[in-house]
Structure formats: structure tokens, C-alpha cells
């Protein structure tokens, strides 16, 4: 009994501590509006693709990044007064298929340029933000 309880805990322990590592994908910032957000895209140099004002939804155009060969596509949601914020990012003319935005990834490479360019952007509110 002792020799099962022992190999449970050997094969469960890691796989916990895996589930808990996850990458951040989600910003969410309080207190903000549909307004702040477009006008937060246009002076951040985002060209906006579409708005869809009934669901409070707003998607850039690609953005590329100063640092890293990566470009940037944010996605605004507005729920219950809260920003919340997601994207995807390519390496243009290596890969086209987009990735999501996380918080992983070695400093500047692509992943994390995209991640800075998406954190720097919720914190132009200067408001409370949280990483989920």
C-alpha cells in the first residue's frame, strides 16, 4: 500500500506544479470604456480594424514591433467596465499563421515583444490592471 501511495505522489506532484505554470494570456484593466480604449489604440499608433459597438468589441491591424521582428494584433473587450485585453502575434515572412500572446518566452524574443507591447498598452491607463 505504502509503494502505491508513494508512485501516486511521485506521478501527480509534477503534473500539478505544471497546471500552475501556465502562461498568462488575458490583461484585464479596471474602469474603462469603450471611448479610452480607441482613443488609448490610436495614440499607441494602432490603426483599428473593426469595432463592433453592440458587443463592445474593438481588433487592430497588426502593429509591428521596434525591438523584435514581430508584429502585434490586440483585441479589446469591454465587460462590465473592465478592459479586458487579449492578442496574437506573427513573425512576418517566417510564419503567418498568428500565436496567441502570453507572458512566455525569453526577453526579446518574439513572444515576449508582443507580451510588452500588449502589457505596455494596459498600463497607458494608469488604472488597476491584472494579469489572468
Known sequence: MMKIL??????VGPATGFCQSYPKQIIKV????????IRGFLDAGYSIEK???????????????????????????????NLIL???YTVPGKDEN???????????????????????FAQSFKKPMEVQ
Open 98 to 120: 498568428p500565436s496567441p500572446i502570453t507572458d512566455a518566452g525569453d526577453p526579446g524574443s518574439p513572444c515576449n515583444e508582443s507580451w510588452q507591447m500588449m502589457h505596455d
Open 30 to 37: 479596471a474602469g474603462i470604456n469603450l471611448q479610452q480604449v
Open 6 to 11: 508513494i508512485i501516486l505522489l511521485i506521478v
Open 51 to 81: 469595432s463592433e459597438a453592440s458587443m463592445s468589441i474593438i481588433v487592430t491591424h497588426l502593429k509591428e514591433a521596434k525591438k523584435a521582428n514581430v508584429a502585434t494584433l490586440l483585441k479589446a473587450k469591454i465587460q462590465d467596465g
Open 86 to 88: 487579449s492578442g496574437e
